[in-house]
């Protein structure tokens, strides 16, 4: 496929995409990989019950799907048949390839489809990668603030490379470039929210060329606008990421039963390719971008695809309305939902669209009067969700929303009334799903990327638990409420503490006073951001018992603490606490994160807080 500006060369019948021709450069992708290995679709997938399974996807079949003056579409297609023996991935899979005239880059997109008569499975992971020139493409960038020379591939082998406690992650000791002595890279450190993300990419040297994944829309992308992607890592790699765990875990597998059809199109995304003459006008290949982004996101959905299951803004509709929150013990008035997330997801409960896989989800930010307006939806019945920063839990619609072509379904004002018993005593932290609010450290100077020394993401820093130890080496963190400060005093994990021979539980206490007890219930909220293999208890006054109030064993999967993230799956707990447990005057209340012997446990807090009994 050739446009004139770019020459894409794939494997027939399979798909692969083996070569990308652009500005003086015969091939983009790197030539030392087998014609597998440059640019291609994967998935990870199991049975139920079974081991993880990694499997190319290649086609079967080759055909033009649409050829005329001004674009060329190709399919690299592959048939599942229930009846063939063996164990291949249960879906058939449709890949396709875009160029246009005239257009500096090209679209990627997949139709995956599980036919009648499929057995069951589950799946974990599927993305399309591309593997750039090693010895051309060594600056990457995800943002104006993250960008960097980046290693090389021989780097993370052994005498160059020391691997650390968390497998991705490799300490540099001898790299080819003297310049990244000392610092850790992990492809995780590069990870994105999905509305955040949408553009990320590396610029090769000699010719100067950028390349580019543009993500118009995270509408096919599961789990929502807070699920966390791949981006770029050390390859020098590029990821469309369509479906994963990361960050989540076992939660958010798409789990497909015996027989059960399903159909979904990832994409289309585009790669962008830029280019200059002058070394100096480098940086500009990433403003460029930025603008082509734009381009992108105002053109979706696009007018050129061909497949009838990608629908054209025609076959769309849109929903809008307008959000308020109801919280009397802030406001005797409705409170406009400002800057809250709003989506439309098939998900039916309360939080659940957060771990969602198989369908669409549509999300927009509310403006200053808690007005939005949902477009380009695809008909069908949702759940509208939704949260607000500033107050706790997940709002849920009671009714279900129709969204039908070509139209604007009117939901008019609607009313948030987040979790609330009685009025608030003390709070800890700020109600936004993550634990940025709280004390982020220093990274350990043995550890560090400098790419995070400066700016907002010091949790992307590798070893931070160990950090806790050194702030707390014999005795665990206390805050006492009106004294201590959560961004100075609070550590952002609850983590074990090293010890001589193991990782050992660690309690945290919050001191409190009351001036009286109100006979009653009073209520505890924990928000919590993310949590991996914690066992959790919660005691009034005394580590005993009779004064446990509340206990969870084995709590999450998201695996944040060591992929240097500060959120995950948001869970919220909320329990009593009997009045006759309460003291006036000092009282305490212990966390605990009882399992011990696990480097890498931990739970992230959102949000805390007490609520006295409620009043009339």
Known sequence: MDNGLVKLTMLKPQGYLTGVKYGGMDNLLDIKSNESGRGYWDANWSLPGGDDRYQLIKGAEYSVIHQSNDRVEVSFRSTYNPSTPGRTLPLSVDTRYIIRTGVSGFYCYAIYERPQGCRAFDLAQTRMVFKLRQEKFHYMAITDEKQRVMPVPEDLLPGRGKQLIVPESVLLVNPVNPDLKGEVDDKYQYSMDNKDGGLHGWISSGPIIGFWVIIPSYEFRNGGPTKQNLTVHTGPACLAMCHSTHYIGDDILAHFGEGETWRKVFGPFFVYLNSTNKASNAHNLWSDAKKQREIEETSWPYDFVSSPYYLAASQRGSASGKLFVQDRYISSALIPAKNAYIGLSVARTE????????????????????SFTIRNVIPGVYGLHGWVPGFIGDYLEKTLVTITADSETQLGNLTFIPLRHGPTLWE????DRTAIDYFVPDVNPMYVNRLFLKGPEKFRQYGLWDRYTDIHPESDQVFTIG??????????????????????????????????VTGGTYKLRLAIASATRSDLQVHINSVDQEHLVFQVMNLGTDNTVCRHGIHGLYRIFNFDISSSLLLKGDNSIYLTQARGGDVLCGILYDYIRLEAPATD
């Open 351 to 370: 939080g659940a669209w957060q771990t969602e896989s198989k369908s669409y989800q549509f999300w927009v930010q509310t403006d200053s009067s808690g």
């Open 428 to 431: 800890i932290g700020y109600p």
């Open 483 to 516: 004294v201590n400060d959560p961004k100075k005093d609070w550590f952002f994990a609850h983590v074990d503490r090293r010890g001589p021979d193991k990782y050992l539980p660690t309690t945290w206490t919050i001191k409190f006073n009351l001036n009286s």
